[in-house]
């Protein structure tokens, strides 16, 4: 009985019950239609499990997580666009718009599959400690911090669109065939990816989990609910909150570059304002500081778009702002809190039942 | 042990001086109380030493210059400090806010893993606050004088080698006063404590040396008795009559 209550045995006992559904119910029951855009929604639960570390636990409200899910994809695809062209060829939309005989210089290491597969996630991690550390040095934070996070994914993809003939502008990296070898419309192959990136989740679930029950976890938490005093135990509150962030952008940054082969295409229009608020929505509603509330949440608010914007492509964006703010201002801890909420409910139900019955035999 | 030593301190706020000038020497050991009418400039004083706001002049413990240097530096060089409103991780259980104030000096590797047990010198500290029973329960759930007791435990896990306490019996029982006085007498034994108060019967208990504070100077120092007989401390606390009731019929009954 011991075995199944603890938190790593529900812990485990929940990673045992998400591999099953990702790896053998859900191939099993969706079409491979359905089954591609799962994968683009567990895309943006990778996203989410940053935040919920980032935000939820570290309190940095990352409206610009599109920055690094931008960074890890573009890496990719870069890639993936050089190996579609061949060797010696560039890749189409250069021939298209560009002057260029040859690649950019920054576009050469891209060539390189390593190369590529380290900076999908490096790259986001190196900008975020960059960044991180000028910001939280400065003491930048709340509201400020929120801001200057959008600002900073406005800017990556107004840059981008300028960048016609290195980048493909507005239109991206589109049009990508091939994953290392694979062809990507092979439905056989597609569900490999699926596989991978649901693999990939679990693994970052894993690993955030793991950081929020450490002591650093504990920190974490204590620096998001009173810096200051933080600061007069002796730690620099900038380099706690640097670990979180940079973290949360390495989980972007490799969302990002699985988001690519999933989905055939990455462009300023996925990574700009509106998107980096998406990634958060997921999150808040489904419970920042709960993994579970976060990810679930993401997948559900990924999945209801799809599902809605179909239906009533101008009403959505309206209906997706009220959920922001009614999950911000209503409950804050998100969906996530209502069980917490009914399981302190049945405890205290509980306990009022265990204190009568000593009173009942005594008498 | 290591003692304060404060030179020409001076504090300003666009204009306002808050702390003048002030020269203050603590004894290694000592268990010397701050205490002055409102305004006289002891949490600013504190608030200096501890690096939260600009000063000029010299501030040294054990030697070494405090001024300059950053919040988290002056902490790692051993001097801790509470608030007059308790602050403790309110969401995070007692045990978890005295192994963050344990680990300020803890490694990377350290920090990604999970607390297994009780640290030695967390144990310990429960054991001196008397908070053992409540080592599970979230900070936010305590007493007021509990949490006050948590925070002098977190700055004793912390191994500081100064405490500054500002105002730590305010609002506590006479039970929890006398308590608490009792506990800085046995960590005074090992340490430097300096404690800001307005209660004159705990300072008139517990006081090792007083030094009395007014307009952002240093108007008196001595033992108890000798702060009390000095004209100029009478003084002060009577031309204050109305504000400083308690300090006053404290000053009249020495």
């Known amino acids: ?363 | 042990m290591s003692g304060l030593e404060i030179r020409r301190l001076r504090v300003s706020f666009d204009g306002f001086t808050a702390v003048d000038g002030v020269d203050l020497d603590v004894r290694p050991g000592d268990l010397r109380f701050l205490i002055g009418p409102n305004g006289a400039g002891k949490t600013t004083l504190v608030d200096a030493v501890t690096g939260l706001v600009r000063a000029e002049g010299s501030v040294r413990f054990g030697g070494e210059e405090l001024l300059g240097r950053s919040v988290h530096r002056i902490a790692r060089s051993g001097i801790g400090r509470t608030f007059q409103t308790a602050t403790v991780f309110e969401e995070l259980t007692v045990l978890q806010n005295l192994d963050i104030a344990a680990g300020a000096g803890r490694s990377l590797w350290t920090m990604l893993r999970r607390r297994k047990d009780v640290p030695e010198p967390v144990a310990r500290a429960l054991e001196t606050v008397g908070l053992t029973e409540l080592a599970d329960s979230p900070a936010g759930t305590l007493a007021h004088g509990q949490k006050q007791w948590l925070e002098i435990g977190m700055l004793l896990v912390q191994d500081v080698r100064l405490l500054l306490l500002d105002e730590p019996v305010a609002g506590m029982s006479h039970d929890e006063r006398q308590a608490t006085g009792e506990l800085l007498q046995r960590i005074s034994a090992e340490r430097t404590v300096v404690v800001i108060e307005h209660d004159m019967d705990f300072m008139r208990s517990f006081a090792r040396s007083v030094s009395v504070l007014h307009a952002g100077k240093v108007l008196s120092e001595g033992t108890v008795a000798e702060v009390q007989a000095d004209p100029k401390v009478q003084e002060v606390y009577l031309g204050h009559a109305a504000a400083e009731t308690t300090a006053d019929v404290a000053v009249q009954e020495a």
């Open chain 1, 1 to 363: 009985m011991n075995l199944l209550k603890g938190p790593s045995a529900r812990a485990a006992a929940g990673f045992a019950g998400s591999a099953v559904v990702l790896f053998a119910l859900a191939p099993l029951v969706l079409s491979d239609f359905r089954l591609g855009l799962l994968a683009k929604y567990l895309c943006i639960a990778m996203v989410a499990v940053g935040v919920c570390l980032a935000w939820g636990r570290g309190g940095l409200l990352t409206l610009g997580q599109g920055v690094f899910f931008g960074l890890g994809g573009y890496a990719m695809a870069m890639h993936l666009k050089i190996a579609d062209a061949g060797p010696g060829n560039l890749p189409d939309f250069m021939q298209l718009y560009g002057t260029a005989t040859e690649l950019p210089w920054w576009w050469q290491p891209f060539a390189n599959p390593l190369f590529a597969l380290a900076a999908t996630v490096l790259l986001p991690m190196a900008v975020a400690a960059v960044l991180g550390s000028f910001i939280f040095r400065r003491r930048v934070k709340g509201a400020y911090f929120a801001i200057l996070s959008q600002a900073l994914a406005a800017a990556f993809a107004i840059w981008l669109i300028g960048q016609q003939a290195t980048t493909g502008g507005t239109n991206g990296l589109t049009d990508i065939q091939g994953f290392f070898g694979y062809a990507l419309d092979d439905p056989v192959n597609q569900r490999m990816v699926y596989f991978v990136i649901a693999a990939a989740l679990l693994l970052l679930i894993a690993l955030a989990r793991q950081l929020i029950h450490s002591r650093y976890g504990e920190l974490l938490v204590a620096v998001r609910d009173s810096e200051e005093r933080v600061r007069f135990l002796g730690y620099d509150p900038a380099n706690v909150k640097l670990v979180a962030y940079v973290v949360a952008a390495g989980m972007a940054g490799l969302a990002g570059a699985l988001f690519v082969p999933a989905v055939g295409i990455i462009s300023p229009a996925l990574i700009g304002i509106v998107p980096s608020i998406e990634f958060v929505i997921g999150a808040a509603v489904g419970g920042r500081a709960s993994l579970v509330g976060a990810v679930l949440g993401a997948v559900a608010v990924a999945w209801a778009k799809t599902a809605l914007s179909e239906e009533f492509p101008a009403a959505w964006t309206y209906f997706q702002g009220l959920l922001f703010i009614v999950a911000l201002a209503f409950l804050p801890g998100g969906l996530a809190s209502l069980a917490g909420i009914v399981r302190r409910r049945r405890a205290t139900a509980e306990e009022k039942k265990a204190a009568v019955i000593p009173v009942g035999e005594a008498a």
